[in-house]
């Protein structure tokens, strides 16, 4: 999602407001963690930190966790153990405080925070991790020491031995005993009900509502990283390098996986967690594999590398900026825009919200090739600091610029655009694998907000869309209100001087493999499918 406009005003399901509602997320209790001291801290303790941080300040932890990695000096089996242990715990919050309310027999908005937090890190070692059983309940009573709350030792030690008594499948059957439906399947596989409720609908907008329990279970798998191979700009050498480290022939020792920090043993009696709990026998025939089906490796994207295995900075094409880091399915959303049709010299550009830069990155490298100018427009200062730095390689072919998106068309300039990307603000469902922490800060009342500002946002772009220009409408998130609800809103505001394009068929022409899209003149993209985020993708043309 970018973040080209000013947030909505009222709430932001932030952290404050979980623990306020008492629902997943909220942490319990406020208490105050000891201050790291000067000595060695734990693998444990980062994802302590990490996870304290995403709830009591709003940070985002794939921003936060690198970071704080790097300042604790963890090794790359560590920093492996720390990222799992944080994002997986992140992401089965709800699931896991149904597993403490049962095991230590109160609710768990009723447990301290601090006290909550180190008990949610030890289930997921015992549950989804293959942390042997005595190593995590040790290590999680001796976190609850080192954080401050000694005096919960017991609590602790007592909850863990209840957890590790019994088995993923057993505890799945206790915490879904008498749900069903959407809440069943929200507790299963620790979803908010209501983010369920919008999946189900957009699955069964492509009629294939059948493929639900499998999203979700997508959503839950660790994401693998993707490059974008800039055009005219990255060499077959960085490609080769970079495929290397995806495909296990280059260097990438110690970059694997861990299944415990270095002074844990590496066998366990748990494995699979969430993915092991739907086994389970679910009413009504929701039901999936022990696993989410598995994505080919293969790129979808043509400009794609798929699954580079360590930290990526360490890809000398990554290093020199030739090669982005960058999910798949923005890569064909920016590709589906550029080369929808064939791109005649000195066309003009749009990118109405630009902001990382990601999308943009990609738009100027198509440009620069084509004779073609881009303008990136961003709204936050630092954003468009982080703009500029994206696009420093491409300073003859693009313009950044500052302000709000809604301004273009009002100045009377007359400028108009041959192509424009909108990628629109949005609840960012669509990332909820990179984005643990987004699936439990975004509320109902977050869709109809944003969709007041996607709204004024396209009327922007249309504003200044050139005769036969084309517009991309993209949002990473399925919700109807946010993909197909403002595209046929849009053409009923202007099907007098717009038409929607076969936006199945450009998708289909630009990717490296089959992206398993419904047809239509809509595209949606699923996890589940073919390995990438679930963007939402809608080509329009200026007829008039």
């Given at each position: ?350 990118d109405l919200c630009a902001g990382p830069g990601g999308k943009a990155a990609l738009l100027a490298a198509e440009a620069a090739q084509a004779g073609a100018t881009l303008v990136a427009n961003e709204l936050v200062p630092a954003r468009v600091g982080l703009v500029r730095e994206a696009l420093r390689d491409f300073r003859d072919t693009v313009t950044v610029v500052e302000g709000d998106g809604r301004r273009f068309g009002q100045d009377g300039s ?131």
């Amino acid at each position: 999602m970018s973040a080209g406009q000013a947030r909505p005003r009222g709430r932001q399901g932030s952290g404050d407001e979980g623990r306020r509602s008492g629902g997943p997320g909220a942490g319990g209790r406020r208490t105050g963690g000891r201050p790291q001291t000067a000595r060695q801290v734990s693998a444990r303790r980062v994802a302590f930190d990490v996870l304290r941080a995403v709830q009591v300040d709003d940070a985002y932890a794939n921003l936060l966790l690198p970071t704080r990695i790097r300042r604790a000096g963890l090794s790359a089996r560590d920093a492996g153990f720390a990222t799992e242990l944080t994002y997986g715990t992140i992401r089965m919050i709800g699931r896991y405080d149904a597993v403490v309310a049962l095991a230590s027999g109160r609710r768990a908005d009723l447990v301290e925070a601090d006290v909550l937090d180190v008990m949610r890190l030890g289930v997921h070692q015992l549950l989804a991790m293959r942390t042997p059983t005595h190593a995590a309940v040790s290590a999680t009573v001796e976190l609850a020491r080192e954080v401050g709350v000694a005096r919960a030792t017991g609590f602790v030690n007592a909850v863990m031995r209840k957890v590790a008594a019994k088995t993923p499948e057993e505890w799945d059957a206790l915490v879904t005993a008498g749900l069903g439906g959407e809440a069943l399947l929200a507790t299963r596989w620790s979803h908010p009900v209501w983010v369920v409720s919008a999946f189900r609908d957009a699955l069964a907008a492509e009629r294939s509502r059948d493929e639900l329990v499998a999203l979700l279970a997508a959503d839950n798998e660790a994401p693998r990283v993707q490059l974008a191979a800039l055009p005219g700009v990255a060499t077959a050498e960085d490609v080769e390098q970079a495929t290397a480290r995806a495909t296990g022939d280059g260097d990438a020792s110690g970059d694997g996986p861990p299944v415990g920090p270095a002074d844990d043993d590496t066998t366990g009696d748990h494995a699979g967690g969430a993915a092991a709990a739907a086994d389970a026998d679910i009413a009504g025939g929701d039901t999936a594999p022990a696993t989410a089906p598995v994505a080919p490796d293969l790129p979808v994207s043509p400009v794609g590398i798929r699954g580079v295995a360590g930290d990526p900075a360490r890809v000398p094409g990554v290093a020199a900026g030739r090669l982005r880091v960058q999910d798949e399915g923005s890569q064909l959303a920016a590709l589906a825009l550029s080369r929808s049709s064939e791109v005649r010299p000195g066309e003009r550009w749009l990118d109405l919200c630009a902001g990382p830069g990601g999308k943009a990155a990609l738009l100027a490298a198509e440009a620069a090739q084509a004779g073609a100018t881009l303008v990136a427009n961003e709204l936050v200062p630092a954003r468009v600091g982080l703009v500029r730095e994206a696009l420093r390689d491409f300073r003859d072919t693009v313009t950044v610029v500052e302000g709000d998106g809604r301004r273009f068309g009002q100045d009377g300039s007359g400028v108009r655009f041959d192509r424009i990307l909108l990628d629109a603000p949005c609840t960012g469902l669509g990332a909820l694998r990179r984005r643990p922490e987004a699936r439990w800060r975004k509320q109902p009342e977050d869709v109809a907000e944003l969709a007041v500002l996607q709204e004024e946002l396209l009327e922007a772009a249309v504003r200044v869309l050139a005769p036969g220009g084309t517009l991309a409408y993209v949002t990473c998130s399925p919700h109807l209100a946010e993909t197909r609800g403002q595209v046929d809103a849009l053409m009923r505001r202007h099907g007098h001087e717009l038409e929607q394009l076969d936006t199945a068929s450009v998708v289909r022409s630009v990717a490296a493999r089959d992206p398993r899209v419904a047809d239509g003149r809509t595209v949606q993209l699923w996890p589940h499918r073919i390995g990438t985020d679930a963007m939402f993708i809608a080509l329009v043309r200026r007829t008039a």
